[in-house]
């Protein structure tokens, strides 16, 4: 079973909509958790961290539920730039340094 | 722009040779971590370097290896390259390894091995 688990998608969404991705994770001593997004060919940079209460950032929040080891990301108003691939990312319980990235999840909005 | 830089941008190689990736840290940052990402699959940790030393590994067999110099900066061999070794590689620069800093990513190195 991997580590971490995303449906890879593609979702395709019109301009507007509210959208929502899920991630699950196996190891139950994981300590901080993230959502990453990764634009075509580049980098993946950080979009936010996910807390046990639940964050918000503008039309963006994630959520953790430890004891179903389940992580969501909600997004809202899709805009076309909003399109790219989002990747749930867990920092392991060793001093490693280590990130466990999904497979990442693509969404496309569309006009 | 995250300010950390990998050289080259792209490179392709043959089956059997050895390749050296380059890896420039954010200022002040000591930390760098290395990571494989296979065509529509997310990055794959492979190892960290933390002031100078090797500070945890993933599952990559010892044909991997790296460096980390006094100014943080770092490299990945790899030698005798494998198809599946055709992939892009990242590395992240971050200001410590004891508990979890932000992780700021270079743009990568896409190597491609024929």
């Known amino acids: 079973r991997k580590e971490v688990e995303q449906d890879p998608g593609p979702f395709n969404v019109p301009e507007g909509a509210t959208v929502a991705f899920n991630c699950t994770y196996s190891n139950s001593a994981s300590q901080s958790f993230f959502w990453y997004r990764q634009d075509c060919r580049k980098e993946p940079k950080l979009l936010m961290s996910v807390y046990s209460s639940g964050n918000e950032d503008g039309r963006f929040t994630a959520q953790l539920n430890r004891a179903s080891q389940y992580i969501s990301l909600l997004i809202r108003d899709s805009k076309l730039s909003d399109s790219a691939t989002y990747l749930c990312?867990?920092?392991?319980?060793?001093?490693?340094?280590?990130?466990?990235f999904g497979q990442g999840t693509t969404l496309q909005v569309k006009p | 722009e995250t300010g950390v830089t990998q050289s080259p941008t792209h490179l392709i190689k043959t089956r059997g040779q050895q390749v050296t990736l380059r890896c420039s840290s954010q200022?002040?940052?000591?930390?760098v971590s290395w990571y494989q990402q296979a065509l529509g699959q997310g990055p794959q940790f492979i190892f960290q370097?933390?002031?100078?030393?090797?500070?945890g590994r993933g599952n990559f067999p010892p044909r991997f290896s790296g460096l980390q110099f006094p100014n943080y900066s770092s490299e990945l061999n790899v030698n005798a390259l494998e198809l599946d070794d055709s992939a892009l590689y990242l590395c992240a620069s971050s200001l410590a390894s004891s508990s979890y800093n932000e992780q700021f990513f270079g743009p990568g190195t896409r190597l491609t091995v024929l």
């Open positions: 370097y933390y002031r100078e030393e090797e500070n």
């Open positions: 200022s002040g940052h000591n930390t």
């Open positions: 990312v867990l920092y392991g319980s060793s001093n490693t340094g280590k990130l466990i």
